[in-house]
């Protein structure tokens, strides 16, 4: 079970911290994720983590947001600077078993229920 945290509204320009907690799984095994999803718009896988601790991020976010993860305590984290209009949608945290690398968030099998994120002017 993945559950977030940490959502809300903020104005463009600000910072928010998502939080993912996990249960019922060994952490250590799984490559952990965050996608988004705005109204009428497709699924966009935003951060990514190895169970190495490799990370990669769509191009939209590079340098603006930080995925990282805390397996003793079965936690993820996306730390969200800079936002923008753009950003402001529905965050879920996934997670998948290894072999994971060939995937991307939006097609983990573990996924949380999301937490909302505005950004107004």
């Known amino acids: 079970q993945l559950v977030e945290s940490g959502g809300g509204s903020v104005q463009i320009g600000g910072s928010l911290r998502l939080s993912c907690a996990g249960s019922?799984?060994?952490?250590?095994?799984?490559?952990l994720g965050w996608f988004r999803q705005a109204p009428g718009k497709e699924r966009e896988g935003v951060a990514r983590?190895?169970?190495?601790?490799?990370?990669e991020y769509a191009d939209s976010v590079k340098g603006r947001f930080t995925i990282s993860r805390d397996d003793t305590n079965s936690m993820m984290y996306l730390q969200m600077n800079d936002l923008k209009p753009e950003d402001a949608a529905m965050y879920y945290c996934?997670?998948?078993?290894?072999?994971?690398?060939?995937?991307?968030?939006?097609?983990?099998?573990?996924r949380g229920q999301g937490t909302q994120v505005t950004v107004s002017s």
């Open positions: 983590i190895s169970t190495s601790g490799a990370t």
């Open positions: 996934a997670a998948h078993r290894r072999p994971c690398w060939r995937r991307q968030p939006p097609e983990y099998a573990l």
């Open positions: 019922g799984y060994t952490a250590s095994w799984y490559c």
